[in-house]
């Protein structure tokens, strides 16, 4: 069942989201060679708790991990795909980093990622993060009353499609709210005009996970982080948005 939410959940999902948008932006601005993955993950922990929120990710049981996931935010670099567990790793020149980063906050969740570009990266990394991020807008815009679900997917995988890219098939974008995954599942891919009807105050996480290579991934004995199977790049963005009377409204964005 798909929970709609009144105005007034969504000004507090909002609040949660602009946590979400400052974290995000604070680890841009320190994500640099030579960082270390824990370090970020220590930064946006206490970003998260300096605002009265809980970082949604520590300790979350997944669908497939039998292990909580162990830290505040997800690190994934290059062929990591998601939920990459910060550590000792260190950041280079041009990598490919996607932060993921939840919170929850008066009984309500916010979830969004960025990848981010580290120094010099390659022309294929440029492409692959430009159209992600086109990916991620273009679904965005089909967030509007009336329309189907899949208009999100199809946007989505015909963005990929463009630059010969796949998309990923095992992880799919979620409805958000008093849980950080509600119904409906959002899928990448597919073709338009299916689903339920979208209406007003749904609230959704939409998150293209687009690769260089194939489509297939594997999750590493961590029990968490997913790679693609052969071994190279994948690009991820996340965004929370509500369905409005005035069109989508991007809650995880400052
Ligand atoms: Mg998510």
């Known amino acids: 069942m798909i929970i709609c939410k009144s105005a007034d959940e969504i000004k507090l999902m909002h609040r949660a989201g602009k946590i979400v948008a400052e974290v ?63 550590g000792k790793r260190v950041v280079k020149n041009g990598d490919l980093v996607s932060i993921d980063v939840g919170v929850l906050i008066g009984g309500y969740y916010g979830d969004a990622a960025r990848s981010i570009k580290v120094g ?36 989505i995988e015909e963005r990929a499609k463009a630059d010969n890219f796949s998309v990923v098939r095992d992880f799919v974008g979620h409805g958000i709210g008093k849980n950080m995954h509600e119904d409906p599942q959002i899928l990448n ?21 687009l690769n260089e290579g194939s489509c297939e991934v594997k999750i590493l004995n961590d029990g968490w982080t997913v790679e693609t199977q052969d071994g190279r790049r994948s690009c991820h963005f996340e965004d929370t948005v509500a369905i409005t009377e005035n069109g989508p409204l991007i809650l995880t964005r400052i």
């Open 24 to 86: 995000l932006l604070k680890i841009k601005n320190i994500l640099k060679p030579g960082v270390v993955t824990s370090y970020l993950d220590k930064v946006a922990e206490e970003t998260i708790i300096s605002r009265n929120a809980i970082p949604a990710f520590k300790g979350y049981l997944g669908r497939i991990s039998k292990k909580p996931f162990p830290s505040s935010i997800c690190v994934s670099i290059n062929e990591e795909v998601v939920h990459g567990i910060p």
């Open 120 to 155: 010099n990266t390659d022309k294929i990394t440029g492409r692959l993060w430009e159209a992600t991020y086109d990916a991620l807008n273009l679904g965005i815009r089909k967030c509007v009353i009336g329309g189907r679900l899949t208009d999100i997917s199809n946007q």
């Open 189 to 209: 891919y597919g073709p338009p005009g299916q689903g339920p009807v979208l209406k007003k105050g749904m609230v959704l996480a939409i998150e293209p996970m």
